[in-house]
């Protein structure tokens, strides 16, 4: 014998023109109408009663309620994610939790308009209206009422049903299409503990490193310019100069092209380096402190030459001068 199906209506939802959920009628109560300032909820009326959110850019700070002639307020305390963490009104807080994916219980909805991730519970279901009304998020489920239609091609992933990817912690969802990450989640991470020893270790040698390897292509340029200008104006009537400024000339090309072998500290810090990038899990944080205790500013002897301009044509004479002062110049 078939059976038939009872339907029962559990309310009415009416959307307006932006595809925004506007109006909610649960079964036999007065219908419950909302307003937004811009993406945001901001006001619901129902019958007599109004209740406002009150909140600075994506910070909520507090709910007023007007009954009749009552009007009562509450401090909303949140985490990073917007979830309403504690009710404080005239006389005690009122903590609330909820599990990783928001189910939070039936009693809690008196407490406060919004809820997980700063967002409206139904009334009804308990469900999330994401993207303010798009789709239905069902926190007992862990998923999705209906699928994504962003999906399996575009960035609502192959699972069309799935919310944030099955990572609710770190990410949350207000479109009810993609999760995105919490910015201030590795900013707590960051202040909020203290690095271990070795970590401290692992960011020296990182910092210290970039900041050699910086100075090394500064030195580079600067090097390949002067090496031009010694090919330009280096001539036969500076004989003793010429055999001189050349073999100057080979060594600033040398650098230029980081073909020199470096000095024993900065190799060490390669090495090091190298074992960071790694994971090397016996880093010894004292050859680290040891090793960046070493490292010196490298190939800052050219520098003079190319600073009191002493290669160009016109200071021939400042120049013969000055490479036979030193003992290295050999006369030919």
Sequence with gaps: MPTSTREILLGRYHYDPLDRLVDCTPLEQAAIQRYYCKTRLSTELQGTTQRSIVQHDDQLLAQQQHEGDKMTASLLATD????????LNANQ???LAYTPYGHRPPENALLSLLGFNG?????????YHLGNGYRQFNPVLMRFNSPDSWSPFGDGGLNSYSYCKGEPVSHYDS?????????????????GRKPSPKTAGLKKIDKRYNEVMTQLEAYGKQHRKAAKEVKRYTHSEMPEAQH?????????EIIANHTQPMR????????????TQTKNKNLDIKQ???VLKDIRTPHTEYTPYTKYGYLKSKNHTETKKQLSSNQNVRSI
């Design 93 to 95: 807080p009122h903590p």
């Design 175 to 191: 479109t009810g299409h993609i999760r995105i990450r919490n910015p201030l989640k590795g900013l707590l991470n960051i202040f």
């Design 119 to 127: 967002e409206r519970p139904d009334p009804v279901t308990g469900h």
């Design 264 to 275: 024993n500290e900065i190799k060490n810090l390669k090495i090091l380096w190298r074992n």
């Design 80 to 87: 990073q994610q917007r979830s309403v963490l504690n009710a």
């Design 244 to 252: 001189y400024v050349s073999g100057k000339q080979r060594e600033m």
């Design 288 to 290: 680290v402190d040891a």
